[in-house]
């Protein structure tokens, strides 16, 4: 049965409401960056907490003990935490409050995960973001967990080691899901990661960053009340998480430390770079390893992209800090604390990536994000959960063109993060040019800006139905998603 998507008449507001602000604040201009503003948590007054540890995420236990097998359980449930010191927010989190644990397998193994809904009355799913599987098994709408069931996919994996991520995906409530705390992170391993001589110490110089945004009712109830300005833009939020934690802080060792970065949040684009302005170096990208380390000062993660990088900490004393921010705006610190066990260098080398030959392509197809708020759409079409959009024949190399047209001329129009299930991605170009260094490696999800036309190319080797849609997770549960098979 057809959802029902869109609403004419709120979407006749928005449009005459972004026209009167395209009048009043004009457009980008060619040639300046990319403006980021319309994807940046809310200005409004965020909340106020003392400095905490940061939390690491457990890594969850194989219960399996055969070395090529592993076995996980995982349970979607309600909880309660401790935000805001003597408040309590409801929450939704997998195996505990808020979030969930770090899945950690290696490439070859085959891997079985039995997932239980102890959610009140929500139907779930749990979509493996970034893991190439069959569409079966790959955790979309079409998978609905009733409440009390529970779904136990097998697969193997098959791709080079990695930091890909877990999250629900039911239909029309994903955003709601996600921002109540249903997220993970998925480790892959492999003889790569074996032999590189970097930072492995779980939790020590090894540390995910699951980096979000919220907004707080008065009561420390979590706010997810959509209006307007949320239905156009995503709903973004005045408060920095990381890891579940306001204004948290993380004591690592004086030498180099490795960070597993998550943009976990519903909408917002971050752009992030330590307080002294010094420079990282990016090893790895959505998909895995890049080939070269690729040095940098600040980063732009859009809504799902993930990134390791690598942070020299050598040249700072014992307890001196070290502040993350976003456009400025401090929420985390790292504190100095000992001296590292081990020296490390940045690798001149990580992997060797096979690149795709454009040549080998059968075919080119193009996808266009349009339209605002409940209008929201790819192709001039919404989400039919019982329409495929695009066929793909199992095992053929592809060029997808992705293209920004939403709200331009209202507003100058915002980037949407396009992401496609069950594949990884090679960008050949933007707008005919190059991509950026740090994104030469495997992407599962691009960063699109207005205006701008993004060429990517992969080989589908899974097949099934697998969604293609923005990761502003409203527009996601608005109708900015299509569905393709593989076969």
Same mark, same amino acid.
């Given at each position: 049965?057809?959802?029902?998507?869109?609403?004419?008449?709120?979407?006749?507001?928005?449009?005459?409401?972004?026209?009167?602000?395209?009048?009043?604040?004009?457009?980008?201009?060619?040639?300046?960056?990319?403006?980021?503003?319309?994807?940046?948590?809310?200005?409004?007054?965020?909340?106020?907490?003392?400095?905490?540890?940061?939390?690491?995420?457990?890594?969850?236990?194989?219960?399996?003990?055969?070395?090529?097998?592993?076995?996980?359980?995982?349970?979607?449930?309600?909880?309660?935490?401790?935000?805001?010191?003597?408040?309590?927010?409801?929450?939704? *989190?997998?195996?505990?409050?808020?979030?969930?644990?770090?899945?950690?397998?290696?490439?070859?193994?085959?891997?079985?995960?039995?997932?239980?809904?102890?959610?009140?009355?929500?139907?779930?799913?749990?979509?493996?973001?970034?893991? @190439?599987?069959?569409?079966?098994?790959?955790?979309?709408?079409?998978?609905?967990?009733?409440?009390?069931?529970?779904?136990?996919?097998?697969?193997?994996?098959?791709?080079?080691?990695?930091?890909?991520?877990?999250?629900?995906?039911?239909?029309?409530?994903?955003?709601?899901?996600?921002?109540?705390?249903?997220?993970?992170?998925?480790?892959?391993?492999?003889?790569?990661?074996?032999?590189?001589?970097?930072?492995?110490?779980?939790?020590?110089?090894?540390?995910?960053?699951?980096?979000?945004?919220?907004?707080?009712?008065?009561?420390?109830?979590?706010?997810?009340?959509?209006?307007?300005?949320?239905?156009?833009?995503?709903?973004?939020?005045?408060?920095?998480?990381?890891?579940?934690?306001?204004?948290?802080?993380?004591?690592?060792?004086?030498?180099?430390?490795?960070?597993?970065?998550?943009?976990?949040?519903?909408?917002?684009?971050?752009?992030?770079?330590?307080?002294?302005?010094?420079?990282?170096?990016?090893?790895?990208?959505?998909?895995?390893?890049?080939?070269?380390?690729?040095?940098?000062?600040?980063?732009?993660?859009?809504?799902?992209?993930?990134?390791?990088?690598?942070?020299?900490?050598?040249?700072?004393?014992?307890?001196?800090?070290?502040?993350?921010?976003?456009? *400025?705006?401090?929420?985390?610190?790292?504190?100095?604390?000992? @001296?590292?066990?081990? @020296?490390?260098?940045?690798?001149?080398?990580?992997?060797?990536?096979?690149?795709?030959?454009?040549?080998?392509?059968?075919?080119?197809?193009?996808?266009?994000?349009?339209?605002?708020?409940?209008?929201?759409?790819?192709?001039?079409?919404?989400?039919?959960?019982?329409?495929?959009? @695009?066929?793909?024949?199992?095992?053929?190399?592809?060029?997808?063109?992705?293209?920004?047209?939403? *709200?331009?001329?209202?507003?100058?129009?915002?980037?949407?993060?396009?992401?496609?299930?069950?594949?990884?991605?090679?960008?050949?170009?933007?707008?005919?040019?190059?991509?950026?260094?740090?994104?030469?490696?495997?992407?599962?999800?691009?960063?699109?800006?207005?205006?701008?036309?993004?060429?990517?190319?992969?080989?589908?080797?899974?097949?099934?139905?697998?969604?293609?849609?923005?990761?502003?997770?409203?527009?996601?549960?608005?109708?900015?998603?299509?569905?393709?098979?593989?076969?």
């Amino acid at each position: 049965m057809k959802a029902n998507y869109g609403i004419f008449i709120a979407g006749i507001i928005i449009v005459l409401g972004g026209l009167f602000l395209f009048f009043v604040q004009g457009q980008d201009m060619p040639g300046q960056l990319p403006d980021l503003s319309m994807n940046q948590p809310s200005d409004n007054q965020s909340i106020e907490t003392e400095e905490s540890p940061l939390p690491i995420p457990p890594l969850l236990k194989d219960k399996n003990p055969d070395p090529n097998k592993a076995e996980f359980q995982i349970t979607a449930q309600n909880s309660t935490k401790e935000f805001i010191a003597g408040k309590e927010t409801k929450t939704m *989190g997998y195996n505990g409050d808020y979030l969930g644990p770090v899945i950690r397998v290696r490439n070859g193994e085959e891997v079985s995960v039995n997932v239980k809904n102890n959610l009140e009355g929500d139907i779930t799913t749990i979509h493996w973001h970034g893991l @190439e599987v069959d569409g079966v098994k790959d955790g979309g709408p079409h998978s609905g967990i009733q409440p009390g069931e529970s779904w136990s996919p097998e697969f193997k994996i098959e791709q080079p080691a990695a930091t890909l991520w877990f999250h629900p995906h039911p239909e029309q409530q994903t955003g709601r899901q996600v921002y109540n705390g249903l997220a993970g992170l998925f480790f892959i391993e492999d003889e790569v990661s074996d032999r590189l001589d970097i930072p492995k110490d779980y939790g020590v110089n090894d540390v995910p960053l699951i980096i979000q945004d919220k907004r707080f009712n008065s009561d420390g109830s979590f706010e997810y009340e959509l209006g307007m300005h949320d239905v156009m833009n995503g709903l973004q939020g005045n408060t920095m998480l990381v890891n579940g934690a306001v204004n948290p802080f993380l004591e690592v060792p004086r030498g180099m430390v490795r960070l597993r970065l998550l943009n976990g949040s519903n909408a917002s684009v971050y752009e992030l770079n330590l307080s002294n302005n010094q420079t990282f170096y990016q090893i790895a990208s959505d998909g895995g390893f890049l080939e070269k380390p690729s040095e940098m000062n600040n980063i732009v993660l859009g809504p799902a992209e993930r990134a390791e990088i690598l942070v020299d900490f050598s040249d700072f004393k014992k307890g001196e800090t070290v502040q993350l921010l976003n456009q *400025g705006s401090e929420f985390m610190k790292f504190v100095i604390k000992s @001296e590292s066990p081990k @020296e490390y260098t940045i690798p001149e080398k990580l992997t060797t990536i096979e690149k795709i030959n454009p040549d080998s392509a059968v075919k080119t197809r193009q996808f266009v994000f349009q339209g605002m708020g409940p209008s929201v759409n790819i192709n001039g079409k919404q989400m039919d959960m019982d329409r495929i959009d @695009e066929q793909v024949s199992l095992h053929d190399t592809e060029i997808w063109e992705i293209s920004n047209d939403s *709200g331009m001329g209202m507003m100058g129009g915002m980037a949407h993060p396009f992401h496609a299930h069950g594949v990884q991605f090679q960008i050949l170009d933007r707008d005919g040019n190059p991509p950026p260094k740090n994104e030469t490696g495997w992407k599962d999800t691009i960063l699109v800006y207005p205006g701008e036309k993004v060429r990517a190319i992969a080989t589908f080797n899974h097949s099934g139905v697998f969604m293609y849609h923005c990761h502003i997770l409203e527009h996601e549960d608005a109708g900015m998603m299509g569905q393709f098979k593989v076969e």
